[in-house]
């Protein structure tokens, strides 16, 4: 029996309608997963990476230990430094997964003194590890220059300052005005941080969305995670070699766990040699990617859709269905046509803003996207 406290904390979410489940994969059309290009799949990936281990003579199973300790194989540098060129920074430290690195870096950088401004959407994994932050954190508006602006003035300009965004955010797909708010912090002396998790592999052709607009040079710091995209595991936060060394060093989520295993990191190495090898070839996954986006959204008035979709240009395009139960219905009656589209319930919305969101991947057919979106037209119509 659970404690009195934490039954009613379940029972609560099975009265909103919000009691989360962990359900078998259902071979469904993906309009779900984060495989936004088809690499979690890939056979070449796949054999690429066990041909990395072998010429590497890594017959191994596991890491053995933390990075610190054992278990910092030879790998690893290898990856660092091919990450690094790729998405042109000066270094990058690999975590073993993305709200490692979020955690580790949030709970470690920011000091007791200093402030931290964070959109008030940022993921789960930024405001972990904000809460474990000694310094002061306050929410802007989503996507919001100007409230920067304003919350940015009213600090001391002795203060160490922490701006926190995404490139993509994870539940509405929306992007924020990443110039703007460069040239904001470059004025106020502030340091600025963008998780490109959904951006990663996907703009910039497969760059990122700093390095597509040329500001890489202009960030202090960002996360790119591999379980989206390129369709594997863990994260890295790319930066200069003086925060990796700060990190390596009191990041807490690097330090107190086991390393990603040998496979795990050729696996990453492997992934990023497909994207690097692709250009701006027309039929590569990163271009059918981009012609989804661009033909799904070409599809929102033909069914009179778009006042319910929040406008954004990335792989996550969410359709506001207000209420746990109406965006679960509508959800389940897709599933039973044939496709996965997630509900995303409150608590992890607000109440109000629950939605449908459309995962979308280079391997969706046209007709695949005109189907259900005539479903979702009939179901919410
Ligand atoms: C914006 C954002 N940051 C970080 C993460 C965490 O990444 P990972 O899945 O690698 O832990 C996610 C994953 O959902 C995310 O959406």
Redesign the pocket.
């Known amino acids: 029996m659970l404690p009195k406290k934490l039954q009613h904390k379940l029972d609560k979410r099975s009265n909103d309608n919000s009691l989360r489940t962990l359900t078998p994969q259902r071979d469904l059309v993906d309009f779900s997963s984060n495989d936004y290009l088809g690499f979690a799949r890939d056979k070449g990936i796949y054999d690429r990476a066990h041909e990395i281990l072998q010429k590497n003579n890594l017959y191994c199973n596991g890491s053995s230990g933390s990075r610190l300790l054992s278990g910092n194989h030879a790998l690893f540098a290898f990856a660092e430094a091919e990450l690094a060129k790729f998405y042109n920074a000066a270094d990058a430290l690999i975590f073993n ?4 690195a ?1 955690v580790g870096f949030f709970s470690a950088v920011p000091q007791r003194g200093d402030v931290i401004l964070y959109d008030e959407l940022v ?1 789960a ?2 405001r972990d590890g904000i809460q474990m932050s000694l310094a002061k954190a306050y929410k802007f508006k989503h996507n919001d220059v100007q409230d920067l602006e304003q919350k940015l003035r009213k600090l001391s300009v002795a203060m160490q300052v922490y701006v926190v965004t ?1 490139s993509v955010f ?1 539940m509405d797909g929306d992007s924020p005005n990443l110039r703007k708010m460069a040239r904001i912090c470059d004025g106020e002396f502030a340091h600025l941080i963008v ?1 490109e ?2 951006a990663a592999g996907v703009l910039g052709r497969g760059h990122g969305l700093v390095e597509d607009l040329a500001l890489s040079q202009r960030v202090f710091a960002r ?1 790119v ?4 995209a390129m369709g594997c ?3 890295a936060i790319l930066c200069d070699a003086d925060l990796k060394s700060f990190l390596v060093n009191f990041a807490r989520s690097l330090i107190y766990t086991t390393a990603l295993p040998p496979h795990a990191v050729a696996t990453i190495i492997a992934g990023h040699e497909a994207l690097n090898g692709m250009g701006g070839n027309s039929t590569s996954p990163v271009s059918l990617l981009q012609d989804n986006i661009q033909f799904f959204k070409s599809q929102l008035p033909v069914f009179n859709l778009q006042s319910l979709f929040i406008t954004g240009d990335s792989a996550i395009q969410s359709a506001i269905i207000s209420g746990n139960e109406r965006v679960k219905e509508v959800s389940e009656k897709l599933k039973l046509e044939g496709f996965s589209v997630l509900p995303i319930l409150s608590p992890t919305v607000p109440a109000g803003d629950e939605r449908l969101r459309f995962c979308l991947h280079s391997y969706n057919s046209q007709e695949e996207i005109k189907t259900v979106l005539a479903l979702l037209a009939k179901f919410v119509g």
Do not use: R, V
Request: charged share 20%; glycine share 14%; aromatic share 10%.
């Open positions: 997964s993305g709200y490692d979020n993921h994994s930024i995404e994870s998780d998790a959904h996360l995670t591999f379980g989206k595991h863990g994260a």
